[in-house]
């Protein structure tokens, strides 16, 4: 008796591994989309990164996307050799969800005549970008400028260390006096594996995409509680990206974004950027760049090309 359920149970297993292979290339066959997750992998200094040398399909809601990267995790680029100019920035200018040619490097590349790399993240905040920049300069050619899209406020919130342990970002804490660097613990190999199956399954992805579709996600904006912690710790970041302009010689833009006219996030600029030197600076609202529900590209906080053709109209006199 004990013999046969093994061999049932053998049996089904074998069924069920089989039919989900099937249906995988089908999904596949249909260029079905990838969990959004596809979009990042884990690097054990900034806590996860872009993947390298693949194409990603991915959908926000009901809406498909595709985008491409290089071999050194880039989607968005325009330069032959070295770029002239780098882009440092999150989500809402990564550009993820619009063509290759309506992405801010591309866009700013044209306006200027200069190469220029986008190295914006979705989900970076003001230490993964300062650690990033860092690892950038030192094994490629300084460029002639340096931009940083501060996402206010965003990138406070992406400083606070509860929520940098939570999401895996390193984050800079300060504890007697001294800045130290908490880094997220390094996944083990059973969840690397099980991420890995995961980012490639098309499947689970596609029955969500299908079930998806006409859902149109609404939400009320409501300004976050901002603590000092985030607010230090921004601030010593956007230091570091500073000191590192001035070493190498950079011509540092700083453009800060906030997504409505706030006093309170008006103050919060000017205490965050108090310590960067060597600087140009742009702080930009809805009211100077775009209305405000035409800002994005639906279902996001990511800019849509009128807020990218506007953001390169601003930027590209100072570069």
Same mark, same amino acid.
């Given at each position: 008796?004990? !013999? *046969? ?18 249906? #995988?290339?089908? @999904? ?19 806590? %996860? ?32 050799? @070295? ?21 801010? @490097?591309?866009?700013?590349? +044209?306006? +200027? ?10 989900? *970076?905040?003001?230490?993964?970008? *300062? ?29 606070? /260390? ?6 895996? !970002?390193?984050? %800079? ?38 079930? #998806?579709?006409?859902?149109? !996600?609404?939400?009320?904006?409501? #300004? ?6 985030? =607010? ?10 500073? #000191? ?15 997504? +409505? ?8 600029? !000017? ?7 060597? /600087? ?17 590209? +639906? ?8 807020? =990218? ?11």
């Amino acid at each position: 008796m004990k !013999k *046969y359920f093994s061999y049932f149970y053998v049996r089904m297993i074998s069924i069920l591994i089989i039919l989900w292979t099937g249906a #995988e290339l089908i @999904a596949w066959y249909f260029d079905g989309p990838q969990p959004y997750s596809a979009l990042f992998y884990d690097d054990e200094a900034l806590g %996860f990164t872009t993947p390298r040398a693949t194409d990603v399909v991915f959908n926000v809601y009901e809406d498909m996307y595709r985008v491409s990267f290089n071999g050194d995790g880039s989607s968005d680029y325009l330069y032959e050799t @070295a770029p002239d100019v780098l882009v440092l920035g999150d989500g809402l200018i990564a550009g993820l969800e619009l063509s290759k040619s309506q992405r801010l @490097a591309v866009k700013l590349s +044209r306006a +200027r005549k200069k190469g220029v790399l986008n190295l914006a993240v979705t989900g *970076y905040g003001s230490c993964q970008q *300062y650690l990033q920049i860092d690892r950038y300069l030192r094994s490629h050619t300084p460029p002639e400028s340096l931009v940083l899209v501060i996402n206010l406020p965003s990138d406070l919130i992406d400083s606070g /260390r509860n929520l940098s342990e939570k999401m895996k !970002k390193p984050v %800079f804490v300060r504890e007697n006096d001294q800045w130290m660097l908490v880094t997220p613990k390094s996944p083990s190999l059973l969840y690397k594996l099980l991420a890995k199956i995961w980012k490639s399954s098309r499947l689970i992805s596609g029955i969500a995409f299908i079930s #998806e579709r006409g859902n149109i !996600k609404t939400s009320d904006y409501e #300004e976050p509680i901002i603590d000092s912690q985030m =607010i230090e710790s921004t601030k010593f970041c956007l230091g570091k990206i500073s #000191e590192l302009a001035n070493i190498y010689r950079i011509n540092l833009v700083s453009v800060i974004w906030s997504e +409505r006219n706030s006093v309170h996030l008006d103050g919060l600029a !000017k205490n965050v950027v108090n310590k960067m030197s060597n /600087r140009k600076l742009i702080h930009v609202t809805t009211s100077n760049l775009c209305k405000d529900s035409e800002c994005y590209v +639906r279902n996001t906080k990511h800019f849509n090309q009128q807020s =990218i053709n506007s953001l390169v109209n601003l930027i590209k006199e100072t570069i």
